[in-house]
């Protein structure tokens, strides 16, 4: 297992210019989770603030109809695609666990989350160059990230189960939420309020993979294409 993934406390990696990290399964989760959750933010707003009614007969129009086709379908696409993520987990690179697993235990690692912090935080800037994601963004992924995922597909799943009707496998799965949260309305809540909190993640990791791409010299948006980290001099 990866522990510390430093290119610069690693001796061996003194001399590297590119380095193979994210395998394809991984970044074709990246960018399907991405196209999900897009549908799944605009479709969510469109159901929690309804567009207009339109003129005619409602039979002859389908619009909300199709918003929470889309909202469902994306969700599905979503919660599969997480379990397909969570088997390669087991079976992918060291670099494909760092989104489950993060080094707590590891001192080195934890004196650069701080380092990273601070550089974010323009109180000084960071030299050291990583192979992988760099200590904040594990953090992220695996403390906020996951488990929002996770949250919003119960949530969701939960909700779907009161359309699909008792007896379905959505409420013999996910049946128990509701009660859980107390009714109904709660989880459209705590539904609603996850989705904003899921926008804020995707700006500020949008900053920081941007950033850190420009100030670092090393390959952060393209890696995710690729899968190869370049350092440049």
Do not use: C
């Not at 918003?67 to 060291?94: E, K, M, P, Q």
């Amino acid at each position: 297992m990866l522990v510390h993934n430093s290119v610069d406390t690693d001796p061996r990696n003194k001399d590297l210019k590119s380095i193979y990290i994210y395998e394809a399964p991984v970044r074709l989760w990246h960018w399907v989770m991405v196209v999900a959750v897009t549908v799944l933010i605009v479709t969510g707003l469109l159901i929690a603030y309804p567009p207009p009614s339109v003129n005619g007969e409602a039979s002859d129009h389908f619009l909300f109809g199709y918003i929470r086709f889309a909202h469902f379908a994306a969700g599905y696409t979503l919660a599969v695609s997480w379990l397909l993520r969570v088997y390669w987990a087991f079976v992918g690179n060291d670099y494909s666990r760092q989104l489950f697993l993060v080094p707590i235990f590891n001192r080195i690692w934890w004196q650069e989350f701080m380092s990273d912090v601070k550089t974010y935080a323009f109180m000084h800037v960071r030299e050291i160059k990583y192979s992988g994601h760099n200590p904040m963004a594990q953090m992220a992924m695996a403390f906020m990230l996951t488990p929002l995922s996770f949250f919003m597909m119960i949530t969701g799943f939960a909700l779907y189960a009161e359309g699909a009707g008792r007896g379905s496998w959505a409420d013999k799965v996910f049946g128990w939420v509701i009660p859980l949260f107390g009714q109904s309305q709660d989880v459209h809540t705590w539904h609603h309020l996850g989705m904003w909190v899921m926008v804020t993640f995707f700006i500020v990791h949008m900053y920081m993979v941007m950033r850190q791409d420009v100030t670092t010299r090393e390959s952060i948006v393209s890696t995710m294409v690729s899968g190869y980290r370049t350092f440049k001099d």
